[in-house]
């Protein structure tokens, strides 16, 4: 039987931006590893986690791509990949988004060049895209990401000194520059996917890798997720209220469930709604390998 892997990725500090530090995100790695471990049944050595400068573009990129490769081998059949970090934007090369923005998370090494994000440097959502698209149709990929999606300003409940912050980093000045020229951000090299270069196939490929491919997001693209103060210590808060509520339910309810319950707790002090976005089996399915 084919085998499960999971990553969880949790960033506080910036090579190059202290401005950007964080409190929970770290905390919500190894909340949501000994979460897998504990309650979904991983075994440690199915479990990695990258943490702060371990975290970079370059590192995140390998190990996902090594599952994948796994996967298309045969090696696995469930993908588990969790981010806490900031969420920014970057500009839309590929024309599938309405405003000309594309959503990026933020790694360690994240770097300007020239007053935009420097592509090296950031992780767009694009890139994420092209890598899991290419998973083989019975793989079920697990995605949890608990960063900000967009740039409104948080406008959660205050917690004294501990106010909640948002997981959000402004563009540079220049990421979007004027909107009637060329556009200058990232540009993906598809000849590295082989299985996503050929645009005539693209569409029907998707459709079926898609169907078993789960997102958990902690706001919705127009909002930001915050870092938050919970019990002594921080964390992300959708992070900390699904943890919550899966040990609580010991994984008795379904993911429709589950996202109903975190979204009533968090409804009183956050102003984010956590999204869950899949196909109607999967999310009436519990959490199961």
């Known amino acids: 039987m084919a085998g499960k892997r999971a990553l969880f990725v949790g960033i506080n500090?910036?090579?190059?931006?202290?401005q950007?530090?964080?409190?929970?995100?770290?905390?919500?790695?190894?909340?949501m590893a000994s979460l897998y471990e504990d309650v979904l049944g991983f075994h440690p050595s199915e479990i990695a986690t990258l943490t702060d400068a371990q975290a970079t573009k370059a590192n995140i990129m390998a190990q996902l791509k090594s599952m994948?490769?796994?996967?298309r081998a045969g090696r696995l059949s469930y993908i588990v990949f969790g981010l806490s970090s900031h969420g920014t934007q970057m500009n839309d090369t590929s024309g599938d988004e309405p405003d000309g923005k594309d959503e990026a998370f933020v790694p360690y090494d994240?770097?300007?060049?020239?007053?935009?994000?420097?592509?090296?440097?950031?992780?767009?959502?694009?890139?994420?895209?092209?890598?899991?698209?290419?998973?083989?149709?019975?793989?079920?990929?697990?995605?949890?990401?608990?960063?900000?999606?967009?740039?409104s300003g948080l406008r959660g409940a205050e917690f004294g000194l501990h106010a909640p912050r948002p997981r959000y980093v402004a563009p540079p000045?220049?990421?979007?520059?004027?909107?009637?020229?060329a556009m200058r951000g990232f540009k993906l090299d598809r000849s590295a996917f082989p299985e996503v270069a050929d645009d005539g196939k693209l569409a029907a490929r998707e459709t079926v890798a898609g169907q078993h491919h789960i997102l958990w997001t902690g706001c919705k693209a127009n909002q930001?997720?915050?870092?938050?103060?919970?019990?002594?210590?921080?964390?992300?808060?959708?992070?900390?209220?699904?943890?919550?509520?899966?040990?609580?339910?010991e994984n008795k309810l379904s993911r429709?469930?589950?996202?109903?319950?975190?979204?009533?707790?968090m409804k009183k002090g956050f102003a984010q709604t956590p999204q869950l976005e899949g196909n109607a089996t999967n999310r009436k399915a519990a959490i199961a390998y």
């Open 68 to 71: 994948v490769a796994e996967a």
């Open 173 to 181: 000045e220049h990421e979007f520059g004027d909107r009637n020229a």
């Open 13 to 18: 500090q910036f090579a190059n931006y202290p």
């Open 224 to 249: 930001t997720s915050a870092d938050a103060y919970f019990d002594g210590r921080y964390n992300g808060a959708f992070t900390y209220y699904f943890v919550k509520v899966m040990r609580e339910t």
């Open 256 to 265: 429709k469930e589950v996202i109903s319950k975190v979204r009533a707790l």
């Open 20 to 31: 950007f530090t964080l409190n929970g995100c770290v905390n919500d790695v190894h909340d």
């Open 110 to 151: 994240i770097a300007e060049r020239n007053g935009a994000w420097d592509p090296a440097h950031i992780i767009c959502d694009d890139e994420f895209h092209d890598l899991f698209v290419q998973l083989p149709e019975n793989v079920l990929l697990e995605v949890y990401l608990d960063t900000c999606h967009s740039g």
